[in-house]
């Protein structure tokens, strides 16, 4: 067909297609976690899985990631044991760094779950709620299903 093409200004998108705003990071978060949120929150948002509600809580998930990645980088540069002369002989202890990183790491499974952050969570959360037990045996009594 001959005419002017058309320009994108006089396309109208359908709802579908219209990207939801995405929030920014806090201003109290560190600028790691701020990192890991502009990261991970267009995905959660096109998920529908971070309202406004959730912010302080997915602030948190952010935070305990760039914990994990910090206290990590400081084990990989110190090591995750040192040695102690005792009464015994001589002991391996864990360093603060590592253990500060087993609570880091458990918050953020913790937190994580809440947002669908592993694939078990992220099917569970698709999938809705659990659903009734006797909804399919139902639907076939009743002939709907």
């Given at each position: 067909?001959?005419?002017?093409?058309?320009?994108?200004?006089?396309?109208?998108?359908?709802?579908?297609?219209?990207?939801?705003?995405?929030?920014?990071?806090?201003?109290?978060?560190?600028?790691?976690?701020?990192q890991v949120?502009?990261?991970?929150?267009?995905?959660?948002?096109?998920?529908?899985?971070?309202?406004?509600?959730?912010?302080?809580?997915?602030?948190?998930?952010?935070?305990?990631?760039?914990?994990?990645?910090?206290?990590?980088s400081n084990i990989?540069?110190?090591?995750?044991?040192?040695?102690?002369?005792?009464?015994?002989?001589?002991?391996?202890?864990?360093?603060?760094?590592?253990?500060?990183?087993?609570?880091?790491?458990?918050?953020?499974?913790?937190?994580?779950?809440?947002?669908?952050?592993?694939?078990?969570?992220?099917?569970?959360?698709?999938?809705?709620?659990?659903?009734?037990?006797?909804?399919?045996?139902?639907?076939?009594?009743?002939?709907?299903?």
């Open positions: 067909m001959r005419g002017r093409k058309p320009t994108l200004d006089n396309v109208v998108p359908m709802r579908g297609d219209v990207p939801k705003p995405v929030p920014e990071p806090h201003d109290l978060m560190s600028e790691s976690a701020k949120w502009e990261r991970l929150a267009p995905e959660l948002v096109r998920k529908d899985r971070l309202e406004p509600i959730w912010e302080d809580t997915f602030a948190a998930y952010c935070e305990a990631v760039a914990d994990v990645v910090e206290l990590t990989t540069l110190e090591g995750r044991t040192y040695t102690v002369r005792t009464r015994n002989g001589l002991q391996q202890k864990k360093t603060a760094n590592w253990q500060a990183r087993q609570d880091a790491l458990s918050n953020m499974r913790q937190l994580g779950a809440l947002f669908g952050m592993s694939p078990v969570d992220d099917t569970r959360l698709a999938n809705g709620a659990q659903g009734d037990l006797f909804d399919q045996i139902m639907r076939q009594l009743d002939g709907s299903g």
